[in-house]
């Protein structure tokens, strides 16, 4: 449940941009998400659980400020500024987001071993955390093509859609369902498999 009420991840405008995707507009549904994530998400987990699950606002405004806004504009003026520098190293740019979203994904995962391996019916973890957004990611797909978006836009939508942010996902897990150290295990699983997919 938290996994799938969390926003787009910002691993998702790296992904956008491999694929052939609509950059832009894949910023801006990552703003957005998050943003609507902030109400959506505890909204969603309360009508589900039965429980309450505060985000804090300010810390997503943060956020979306440092991993997305901000390289953004580095990116966008770089580019006006250095134009000929920016092009010289423009094809080493994806390997380098790459390499970096690798070395988040080890942390993080690193720091949930234990429960991507060592909890009782870790298998379902593992399963769900594969299952939710390639389903997501093929009726994000459906829907496109039925509303007849561009190619590139189709590729976002579904980029958009298939990955979520399993980070947030984890700490909401850690921090507001202490009592059962499991239910950070999907969210623990995702940082690793939305990687692999």
């Known amino acids: 449940v938290l996994l799938g009420s969390v926003s787009g991840g910002q691993a998702s405008n790296l992904c956008a941009l491999l694929a052939g995707g609509d950059l832009a507009l894949s910023v801006v549904l990552t703003v957005c998400t998050t943003l609507v994530g902030v109400v959506a998400t505890p909204t ?3 009508l589900l659980l039965g429980t ?3 985000v804090d606002a300010i810390g997503v405004l943060r956020s979306i400020a440092s991993l997305v806004l901000v390289p953004v504009v580095v990116g966008v003026t770089a580019g006006q500024r250095l134009p000929r520098f920016v092009r010289r190293i423009e094809p080493q740019l994806p390997r380098v987001g790459i390499a970096a979203l690798l070395v988040l994904v080890a942390g993080g995962s690193a720091n949930a071993a234990a429960l991507l391996i060592g909890t009782r019916g870790a298998w379902r973890a593992h399963a769900a955390s594969i299952l939710l957004p390639v389903f997501g990611g093929a009726v994000a797909l459906i829907f496109a093509r039925l509303a ?8 976002t939508l579904t980029i958009e859609t298939t990955i979520k942010s399993p980070t947030l996902a984890f700490v909401l897990a850690r921090k507001h369902f202490a009592v059962d150290a499991a239910v950070a295990a999907v969210p623990a699983a995702s940082m690793v498999w939305l990687a692999a997919i």
């Open 52 to 54: 309450s699950v505060a």
């Open 44 to 46: 969603i987990v309360k």
């Open 148 to 155: 007849r978006l561009p190619e590139r836009s189709c590729r």
